[in-house]
Antibody
C-alpha cells in the first residue's frame, strides 16, 4: 500500500529554520511530483512547493524567498526547509505525492501531517 | 492569487443529496479541467475524492461526483451518510504566479 511518512521538529523559535522530511513507501519513487502543503490551525490549505522527479522546483511566490524543497531518490525521501520562521508559519505541514500524474492533477496520497508551532 | 470561493457550510439529512460549489475565474477553474476535491475529517490528513473535475479515484464511493460549469466547479454527495461529515476543499491549477490554489473550505454537517 502506497503511503507517505513525515517527520521533523514540532516546536521552533522565531527566526529558526523549519525542516521536515517525507518518506515514500510502497511503489517506485520515480516519475512523480512531490509537494508540501500547510494548514494553519482552524484555517484552510495553502500550497507551498513542488519538486519533479527530475529535480525541477516550483514555489509559492509568497514563501519563495524562504523555502527550499529537495529530493533524495536514493532514500525515497523529499524535504522542506523554511527559514526565518515567525508565528505566522505555525501550521500543520503535509507532504503529498503530486500534483502531476501525467496529464492529471491530483495530490494523493498525503502524509499524516506534522504540527509545527513557532513560539518564543 | 486569492483562494477559490466555497460556502462556509452545507448541511443535509441522511439519504439526501448536497452540492458544494467552488467559484474561481477564467484563470483557474474556468480555464482548465484541473479541479480536484479533498475530504478532511477532524485531525486527519486530506483525502482525494475527485480529480480532473469529475474523475473518481479507485476506492472512493460513487456517491461522490464532480462537475464544472463556467468558472464554478461543484461536488455532489448523494445518499448523504454520517461518515460524510467533514471539511471539503477544492483545488485548481491556475495561470497565475501561484500555480495551484485551494478553496476556502466547506464544512458538511449531517443533520
Amino acid at each position: 500500500q502506497v503511503q507517505l511518512q513525515q517527520w521533523g521538529a514540532g516546536l521552533l523559535k522565531p527566526s529558526e529554520t523549519l525542516s521536515l522530511t517525507c518518506s515514500f513507501y510502497g511503489e517506485s519513487f520515480s516519475n512523480y511530483y512531490w509537494s508540501w502543503i500547510r494548514q494553519p490551525p482552524g484555517k484552510g490549505l495553502e500550497w507551498i512547493a513542488e519538486i519533479s522527479h527530475s529535480g525541477g522546483t516550483n514555489y509559492n511566490p509568497s514563501l519563495k524567498s524562504r523555502v527550499t524543497i529537495s529530493l533524495d531518490t536514493s532514500k525515497n525521501q523529499f524535504s522542506l526547509r523554511l527559514s526565518s520562521v515567525t508565528a505566522a508559519d505555525t501550521a500543520v505541514y503535509y507532504c503529498a505525492r503530486g500534483p502531476w500524474f501525467g496529464e492529471s492533477l491530483k495530490l494523493d496520497p498525503w502524509g499524516q501531517g506534522t504540527l509545527v508551532t513557532v513560539s518564543s | 492569487q486569492s483562494a477559490l470561493t466555497q460556502p462556509a457550510s452545507v448541511s443535509g439529512s441522511p439519504g439526501q443529496s448536497i452540492t458544494i460549489s467552488c467559484t474561481g475565474t477564467t484563470s483557474d477553474v474556468g480555464g482548465y479541467n484541473y479541479v480536484s476535491w479533498y475530504q478532511q475529517h477532524p485531525g486527519k490528513a486530506p483525502k482525494l475524492i475527485i480529480y480532473d473535475v469529475s474523475y473518481r479515484p479507485s476506492g472512493v464511493s460513487n456517491r461522490f461526483s464532480g462537475s464544472k460549469s463556467g468558472n464554478t466547479a461543484s461536488l455532489t454527495i448523494s445518499g448523504l451518510q454520517a461518515e460524510d461529515e467533514a471539511d471539503y476543499y477544492c483545488n485548481s491549477y491556475t495561470s497565475s504566479s501561484t500555480p495551484y490554489v485551494f478553496g476556502t473550505g466547506t464544512k458538511v454537517t449531517v443533520l
